[in-house]
């Protein structure tokens, strides 16, 4: 999922939408954890990317991504570019030989 979100809407509150945001977010992750594993996968990770524009967008803990959102809304800011990206994790093959 990459996509630049607008914080300021005319008829919609900002929270309204950082709600909308975190729901978005939320239900990618869901839909992501529900399809088939690979073989040899133990579970799904994320890879995300928080930024005011998508040029800007740095590397941030999926934990953190809801903070960012948070402080981008006080910050007043009109727009957000979040990229989260779904990633298969192996289990290590070297701890198994011992």
Partial sequence: MKKTYSLVHPKI???RIVDS???DIKKF????R?????SGASYWSFDCKFGY????????HPG???KCIDEAASANSEAIYIEVVSKPVFANQEDEQY
């Fill in 13 to 15: 509150k900002a929270a």
């Fill in 21 to 23: 945001i975190k729901h």
């Fill in 29 to 32: 992750q869901s839909n992501a």
């Fill in 34 to 38: 529900k399809q088939d594993l690979p």
């Fill in 53 to 60: 524009s998508e040029e800007a967008a740095a590397a941030v």
């Fill in 64 to 66: 953190e991504l809801k």
